[in-house]
Each structure stands twice: as C-alpha cells, then as structure tokens.
C-alpha cells in the first residue's frame, strides 16, 4: 500500500473513532436492551437526544409524545420512522412504561 494512502485510512480511521467516543454512553439499564425492539428503539430515538426511559412516560401518553417526535423529524427534514418501525417504538416504550395510577 503507497504511504499516501496509508495516511489518508489512519486520519479516517482516527475520525471515525473519535465519532464513536463522542456518542453519549447509553446507561446499562433500559429494559430487554438485547431485544430487537430496543436496537430499533435506541437507533431511532438517538439522533437529536438521548434515548429516553420508557418510565419517562406511562403508556397512555406515549404515542402522543411520539407523534411529536415525528413533527421535529419533519421539521428538520429527516424521513419519519416508517410505521413499522414506529409500532416496534410504541409496544417497547408501552411495556415498560411508567405505571398509570389509574390502572
Ligand atoms: C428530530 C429530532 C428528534 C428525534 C429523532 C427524537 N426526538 Fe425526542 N425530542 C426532540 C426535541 C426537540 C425535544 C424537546 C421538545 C419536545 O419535548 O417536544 C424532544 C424531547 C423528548 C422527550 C422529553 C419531552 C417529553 O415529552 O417527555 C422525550 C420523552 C422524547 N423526546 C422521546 C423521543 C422518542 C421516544 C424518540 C424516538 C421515537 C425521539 N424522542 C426522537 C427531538 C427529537
């Protein structure tokens, strides 16, 4: 490999990892985080804030906070979370969801 070439895969490789270090840490205690619905949970829910605990909310106001989501989304022209998507967010967030006093 030609040494310009080497230097230039350092630098990206120095960029990336300094990409990486600067995602905030997750902490180690949301529910099922080996779960599919938590990857696709933490990957959507990342790109402005940290993901929030599911018991930041009860079940019953989750889905208009998500709604809300969609708007900054739209209003910061990202695509929406496909419906598909949104519903594997919903169910995760609703089964560890903060207990309503009601129920
Ligand atoms: C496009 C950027 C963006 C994405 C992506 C995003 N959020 Fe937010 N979120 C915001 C902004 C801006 C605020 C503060 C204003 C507000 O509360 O609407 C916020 C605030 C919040 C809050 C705190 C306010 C409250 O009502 O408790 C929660 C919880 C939240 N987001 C959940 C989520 C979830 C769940 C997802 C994934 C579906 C998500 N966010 C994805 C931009 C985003």
């Known amino acids: 490999?030609?040494?310009y070439?080497?230097?230039c895969l350092s630098v990206m490789i120095l960029?990336?990892?300094a990409c990486e270090a600067g995602k905030p840490a997750l902490p180690a205690d949301?529910?099922?985080?080996?779960?599919?619905a938590f990857q696709t949970?933490?990957?959507?829910?990342?790109?402005?804030?940290?993901p929030p605990m599911p018991t930041a909310h009860t079940a019953r106001?989750?889905?208009?906070?998500?709604a809300r989501m969609q708007q900054?989304?739209?209003?910061?022209s990202l695509?929406?979370?496909?419906?598909?998507?949104?519903?594997?967010?919903?169910?995760?967030?609703i089964r560890y969801a903060k207990k309503d006093q009601a129920s």
Do not use: K
């Open 61 to 66: 106001e989750w889905p208009a906070v998500l």
């Open 41 to 50: 949970f933490a990957r959507q829910c990342s790109q402005c804030h940290r």
């Open 15 to 17: 960029l990336l990892s």
């Open 79 to 93: 695509a929406p979370v496909s419906a598909r998507d949104m519903v594997v967010i919903r169910d995760y967030l």
């Open 30 to 36: 949301y529910p099922d985080q080996q779960s599919q």
């Open 5 to 7: 070439l080497f230097s």
């Open 72 to 76: 900054h989304r739209i209003q910061r």
């Open 1 to 3: 490999m030609n040494r």
